[in-house]
């Protein structure tokens, strides 16, 4: 039997994009290329050679966007700015028609009773920036381009996040060479994570100081991790993967430093020459640890994994599949329990105040009817535990302040391309047609409750 669930007052529902994945017009209005433009340029990098030069075309259709989403009730709408499109030399130059588009946007979405949240680098890094998040004077760029924008934007925008997922953007991208630039070295990849931190930690004060009373976070994308087994080598990788994705981005911003069990684990791996790794420097931890107002969370799945029998080192994992009836077609388990987890545990260890869902979405490719309707019966099934799994974690006394469905937009899907839809409304491509999707119509009905029946 179901009972509903009421969420606190003023809470923020709201859904996600990000600049690359929906915008298009990558030539247009002075917008230089990004990593991801040179990226999803080259061969056999992204499924059938997708590009984001197009994309949903948000660029020219914003407007009808912000429509969709205000017939919809959402209250808030968390969208990142393409850095190229308003440095197109990472710094120095402001180009004023990109400066101008988000103007435009950021008003439209206040006119429209829409809550702008603002993501400062969603991935798209401009390419002129030599070095990329391995040179640190990318975190100076970093500082510049986010005193421009908040100095532009701080008067509207009360909700800043400064860096998205920065283990995509470090281990993904340097590591394992599956997102752009695509390289593959263990120590650029840990090199590169210290250089988003550290951006991180510059950014806050400069937003601080450009937008009166802001809230300001950064997003993480947590891992969850379980043993196959109780074995000793299983449990001790669930350690390792957990210190990997999670703890080396949590412990420094909450002011602990690096893990020291994970500088152990990359010594031994060859990662690092030393337990004081060479790219921090004198002050570094503390301009990481600069107190924020929330943590961003975003989250899909868990990780069953078990050590790798033949080469038993750290870090050597076998991921066990989940059953194909309960995966989304990113071949992601659905463990609406894990974002409980996830958001209980990160509250009790941390305790960052508050704590906002900036993403959690499925991929489902159901496609319009013979009318033009999309029954995505198991997109909202998904949605709803999930967003049930929220509530209870608010009843344990976790303070979540709002959630972000990815994605408004079917979209460019990174690496994926566009053969994974995570949109709440379908995205024709050849036609750019919008059809919202029956879970969007059920979203609604949730904002409009400000709650939904649980089980």
């Not at 998205?164 to 263990?186: D, Q, T």
């Not at 669930?238 to 909450?254: A, I, K, S, T």
């Amino acid at each position: 039997m179901s009972t509903f669930m009421s969420f606190p007052r003023n809470f923020l529902w709201g859904v996600a994009t990000s600049a690359y994945q929906i915008e298009g017009a990558v030539n247009i209005d002075g917008r230089s290329p990004s990593i991801w433009d040179v990226f999803s340029h080259t061969a056999s990098k992204i499924v059938h050679g997708d590009t984001g030069d197009i994309a949903c075309d948000h660029y020219h259709r914003w407007k009808e966007d912000i429509q969709l989403m205000k017939n919809l009730g959402i209250k808030s709408y968390r969208f990142s700015l393409a850095w190229p499109r308003i440095l197109p030399e990472g710094r120095g130059k402001v180009n004023q028609p990109g400066l101008d588009f988000y103007n435009r946007l950021i008003d439209a979405l206040l006119e429209a009773d829409i809550l702008p949240m603002v993501t400062l680098f969603h991935w798209d890094l401009p390419i002129s920036l030599a070095g990329g998040w391995l040179d640190r004077s990318v975190v100076d760029a970093f500082r510049e381009y986010t005193s421009i924008v908040t100095k532009a934007y701080g008067d509207r925008v009360k909700l800043w996040n400064t860096i998205n997922e920065p283990v995509c953007a470090s281990k993904l991208s340097y590591r394992l060479g599956i997102h752009a630039p695509g390289m593959r070295n263990p120590y650029q990849s840990l090199v590169a994570a210290h250089h988003l931190l550290l951006a991180h930690g510059v950014a806050v004060p400069e937003i601080r100081a450009n937008c009166v009373d802001a809230k300001v976070g950064i997003a993480l994308n947590l891992g969850l991790y379980y043993p196959s087994t109780h074995s000793r080598m299983d449990v001790d990788a669930v350690r390792h993967m957990d210190g990997e994705d999670n703890r080396w981005f949590l412990d420094p911003l909450y002011g602990r430093q690096y893990p020291s069990d994970m500088l152990t684990d990359y010594v031994k791996m060859g990662f690092l020459q030393s337990f004081e790794p060479d790219f921090v420097k004198p002050g570094d931890y503390a301009t990481i640890s600069v107190p924020t107002d929330f943590l961003g969370i975003n989250y899909y799945s868990r990780n069953i994994i078990k050590a790798d029998p033949i080469n038993n080192s750290p870090g050597e994992i076998i991921t066990v599949p989940a059953l194909e009836e309960n995966r989304t077609e990113m071949g992601w388990e659905i463990f609406p329990f894990g974002l409980y987890e996830i958001l209980s545990r990160v509250q009790w260890e941390y305790k960052p105040g508050e704590i906002m869902v900036t993403e959690n979405g499925a991929s489902y490719s159901t496609k319009p009817d013979d009318t033009g309707k999309v029954h995505d019966e198991k997109r909202i099934q998904y949605l709803q535990k999930h967003i049930a799994a929220i509530g209870k974690a608010i009843q344990a006394g976790v303070p979540i302040s709002g959630y972000y469905l990815w994605s408004l937009l079917d979209n460019f899907e990174w690496a994926q391309g566009y053969s994974q839809r995570f949109g709440i409304v379908y995205v024709d491509f050849s036609s750019q047609k919008r059809y919202p999707k029956d879970s969007a119509f059920w979203y609604r009905q949730v904002i409009e409750q400000n709650g939904l029946n649980s089980d």
